[in-house]
């Protein structure tokens, strides 16, 4: 047993270790466009509207997929044989082809009644992203973790030159960041399919992918209106923004958001991480056990960064942002607390439900999530503005962490660690400091005190975990 234990921490260090230099390669220089976009695009209302553009597109992703993406990875991740395979790639990528199409011939029907700014770059970058997400959750489902990691960075480097090249060089404006998107992941799918070939390999169009279907269907289509309650309860608050503030207003907001995906990056990695170690360790005796000390040691993980990232911020915010965005410093530290308990639904508490494909499971405390969001938006953000979103957004994770630790009970039995509260409890301390100080030293000293106190705080079991790995990593390549 012992054995075990120590093989399956392993791979999920591994595994941690591959998605961070993918994902954070990526969140680094989509972080450094920010910068470049604020001081380009100085009219904070465009950028507002392309916020909320992008914020349709993530929105329709789910309808767009038909959430194929997860369909992809958990289907093809368990496949015993290339005949399975096959039959996968073949449905998705056919089921694929039809809803692009659909959504093609929907943009042409809008466009010939009514006049939307952008909406044939909104509807291209719809379909790229989403041919981007199922064909790189396929590379991933074919545990090809390295493409899939080269995949993301390739992504972010292209965003990052095609963003300089359209809105810096070009002066093209939000027009520009449309295209160096799209593009980007135009160059991202290109790069997978010359790496993978997965086309000649496994789409086969005569292959019967009937008993292969239904199973697919049955396990995706619950997930469909799960994910668009669950984008529509992330994404109301911009609209909630424009309609009683403006897009002025939505475009500051939009910049302290993609700052705080900072966080959400780290919530990113675990889920991927953990989705892969979940799946292969649901059926193992001591489930309760390692999800437990899963979910505490990302309870630690999540403050520390929570820490680092909001005091370094707030260090480096007046050379970062345009003058006309700083005033959006201040929603930096509440919304990385709110940042923390919705990585704790969504990427812990939600991936039970994968595991057990019980999917339909998770939509009773979805629906429930979106009326508290649209109820308090509704009635918060006319009286407190950007902050009545951030008190939503607070509540509705608050609500899922509290249900989904209760409903995933026929799963497996959380047990949290005393130790744990420390973090907890430093959380208050630290909104204290970030927003009654404004020392520089002071800054650098609650980083280290905060991290100091929770690396004694930390069981010993777990920090002998994270000694191990880094042992490992000094003395060998992370594997694939």
Same mark, same amino acid.
């Given at each position: 047993m012992a054995t075990q234990g120590g093989n399956r921490v392993s791979k999920f260090f591994k595994d941690f270790g591959i998605y961070t230099i993918g994902v954070l390669g990526t969140r680094v220089i989509t972080f450094?466009?920010?910068?470049?976009?604020?001081?380009?695009?100085?009219?904070?209302?465009?950028?507002?509207?392309?916020?909320?553009?992008?914020?349709?597109?993530?929105?329709?992703?789910?309808?767009?997929?038909?959430?194929?993406?997860?369909?992809?990875?958990?289907?093809?991740?368990?496949?015993?044989?290339?005949?399975?395979?096959?039959?996968?790639?073949?449905?998705?990528?056919?089921?694929?082809?039809?809803?692009?199409? =659909?959504?093609?011939?929907?943009?042409?029907?809008?466009?010939?009644?009514?006049?939307?700014?952008?909406?044939?770059?909104?509807?291209?970058?719809?379909?790229?992203?989403?041919?981007?997400?199922?064909?790189?959750?396929?590379?991933?489902?074919?545990?090809?973790?390295?493409?899939?990691?080269?995949?993301?960075?390739?992504?972010?480097?292209?965003?990052?030159? +095609?963003?300089?090249?359209?809105?810096?060089?070009?002066?093209?404006?939000?027009?520009?960041?449309? +295209?160096?998107?799209?593009?980007?992941? =135009?160059?991202?799918?290109?790069?997978?399919?010359?790496?993978?070939?997965?086309?000649?390999?496994?789409?086969?169009?005569?292959?019967?992918?009937?008993?292969?279907?239904?199973e697919i269907l049955r396990y995706v289509l619950p997930l469909i209106p799960t994910i668009i309650f669950w984008d529509m309860t992330l994404g109301s608050d911009r609209f909630f923004i424009n309609y009683f503030i403006g897009f002025e207003a939505n475009g500051v907001y939009a910049v302290a958001v993609r700052f705080t995906a900072i966080l959400q990056t780290l919530s990113l990695i675990l889920y991927q991480t953990w989705q892969e170690t979940a799946i292969s360790q649901y059926d193992s005796p001591d489930r309760s056990s390692f999800f437990s000390s899963v979910f505490n040691l990302f309870v630690f993980t999540l403050v520390a960064l929570l820490f680092v990232y909001t005091f370094v911020l707030k260090m480096n915010y007046g050379w970062l942002v345009n003058d006309k965005y700083q005033h959006s410093l201040m929603y930096i530290f509440p919304m990385g607390v709110a940042a923390i308990f919705n990585a704790l639904s969504s990427s812990f508490f939600d991936l039970c439900y994968q595991c057990s494909k019980e999917t339909h499971r998770a939509f009773r405390a979805i629906v429930l999530a979106l009326v508290i969001n649209l109820t308090c938006n509704f009635f918060l953000v006319p009286r407190l503005g950007v902050w009545g979103v951030i008190t939503t957004s607070m509540t509705t994770y608050v609500f899922l962490v509290v249900y989904r630790s209760i409903d995933t009970r026929r799963y497996f039995t959380l047990t949290v660690n005393p130790s744990t509260l420390v973090p907890v409890l430093l959380v208050p301390v630290g909104a204290f400091m970030f927003y009654c100080q404004h020392s520089f030293l002071l800054d650098i000293a609650t980083i280290v005190v905060a991290l100091s106190i929770m690396w004694v705080a930390l069981p010993r079991q777990y920090s002998a975990w994270v000694k191990d790995r880094f042992r490992s990593l000094l003395h060998r390549r992370v594997p694939s």
């Open positions: 450094l466009m920010v910068p470049l976009y604020t001081y380009f695009i100085e009219n904070p209302s465009d950028y507002g509207y392309y916020d909320l553009c992008l914020t349709l597109c993530m929105m329709l992703i789910p309808l767009a997929t038909l959430q194929l993406r997860e369909g992809a990875f958990r289907f093809l991740y368990s496949a015993q044989s290339h005949e399975q395979r096959e039959k996968v790639v073949t449905f998705i990528y056919r089921t694929m082809g039809i809803n692009i199409l =659909v959504i093609l011939l929907i943009v042409v029907a809008i466009s010939q009644f009514f006049h939307i700014a952008y909406i044939w770059h909104t509807a291209a970058l719809l379909v790229v992203m989403s041919i981007h997400e199922v064909v790189a959750q396929t590379s991933r489902g074919l545990h090809k973790n390295k493409v899939y990691v080269a995949n993301s960075i390739i992504n972010a480097v292209a965003i990052g030159v +095609f963003s300089v090249l359209f809105v810096w060089y070009m002066d093209m404006g939000i027009e520009g960041i449309f +295209f160096a998107n799209i593009l980007s992941r =135009v160059c991202a799918v290109t790069f997978i399919e010359l790496k993978l070939h997965i086309i000649p390999t496994y789409f086969k169009p005569k292959t019967d992918v009937k008993s292969i279907s239904h």
